[in-house]
T-cell receptor
Framework: KAGVTQTPRYLIKTRGQQVTLSCSPI?????VSWYQQTPGQGLQFLFE???????NKGNFPGRFSGRQFSNSRSEMNVSTLELGDSALYLC??????????????FGPGTRLTVL | KQEVTQIPAALSVPEGENLVLNCSFT??????LQWFRQDPGKGLTSLLL?????REQTSGRLNASLDKSSGRSTLYIAASQPGDSATYLC?????????????FGKGTLLTVNP
C-alpha cells in the first residue's frame, strides 16, 4: 500500500511569490491535514479537509489556503510569500480525520525556502 | 491553550543503554497522547498511541506511559540501538475542542552512539 506522497519535495521561492504544494493521501483515506514545521515553533496545525470540505483551520493568516479534490488529493497554497514561511510542510492522511481514534499517517514533507 | 513540552531537547547515549524521554502537557482534557518518530528528510512515523483511559502502551522495545492527571507521559526505550537515532515527538488530541488536530511538542533529538 503506497504511503502519503507530497510534491515537490523541495522548493525555493522569493518573497512576494506564491506557491502550491500537493499531497496525495493513502488510498481509501478521506481526510488530509496540513502542518507547518519550523525550528522555532515546532509543528503547527494549518487545516484539515474531509470530503472536499475544510473542517478546521489553525491560527494562520489568510495567505495560507487549501483545497481538496474529489479523489481526496489536497493542495495548499501560500500567497505573497514571506521569509518566515520557510519551513517543512507536512501533510497527514487518515480515514476519518478524527485524531482521537484514527492514526494519522504523515508524508515526507515539502521543504520550502523563501529567499 | 494546550502547550506540550518535551525534555530534554537533545540526548546522546551509548548503544545498549535504556533511556527515558519526557513529555508534559498543560491541559489534561485530552482524548489521547501519541508518540512519533521523525527521521531526517522523512515524515513522522507513529510509534504508540495511548488513549486517555489507558496508563501505558508497549510495542517491542518501546513503552509509553501516561499520567493524565499530572499532565505527563514518558517514552521508555530499552536496549537502545544506533537505528533508534531520530527526533521523537509527542502530541496530544484535546477533548475540549477540535479533535481533528494534534498539538505537538518540539521534540527530543536522540543520538545513539555505537
Amino acid at each position: 500500500k503506497a504511503g502519503v506522497t507530497q510534491t515537490p519535495r523541495y522548493l525555493i521561492k522569493t518573497r512576494g511569490q506564491q506557491v502550491t504544494l500537493s499531497c496525495s493521501p493513502i488510498s481509501g483515506h478521506r481526510s488530509v491535514s496540513w502542518y507547518q514545521q519550523t525550528p522555532g515553533q515546532g509543528l503547527q496545525f494549518l487545516f484539515e479537509y474531509f470530503s472536499e470540505t475544510q473542517r478546521n483551520k489553525g491560527n494562520f493568516p489568510g495567505r495560507f489556503s487549501g483545497r481538496q479534490f474529489s479523489n481526496s488529493r489536497s493542495e495548499m497554497n501560500v500567497s505573497t510569500l514571506e521569509l518566515g514561511d520557510s519551513a517543512l510542510y507536512l501533510c497527514a492522511s487518515s480515514r476519518s480525520g478524527d485524531a482521537s481514534t484514527d492514526t494519522q499517517y504523515f508524508g515526507p514533507g515539502t521543504r520550502l525556502t523563501v529567499l | 491553550k494546550q502547550e506540550v513540552t518535551q525534555i530534554p531537547a537533545a540526548l546522546s547515549v551509548p548503544e545498549g543503554e535504556n533511556l527515558v524521554l519526557n513529555c508534559s502537557f498543560t491541559d489534561s482534557a485530552i482524548y489521547n497522547l501519541q508518540w512519533f518518530r521523525q527521521d531526517p528528510g522523512k515524515g513522522l512515523t507513529s510509534l504508540l498511541l495511548i488513549q486517555s483511559s489507558q496508563r501505558e502502551q508497549t510495542s517491542g522495545r518501546l513503552n509509553a506511559s501516561l499520567d493524565k492527571s499530572s499532565g505527563r507521559s514518558t517514552l521508555y526505550i530499552a536496549a537502545s540501538q544506533p537505528g533508534d537515532s531520530a527526533t521523537y515527538l509527542c502530541a496530544v488530541v484535546n477533548s475540549g475542542g477540535s479533535n481533528y488536530k494534534l498539538t505537538f511538542g518540539k521534540g527530543t533529538l536522540l543520538t545513539v552512539n555505537p
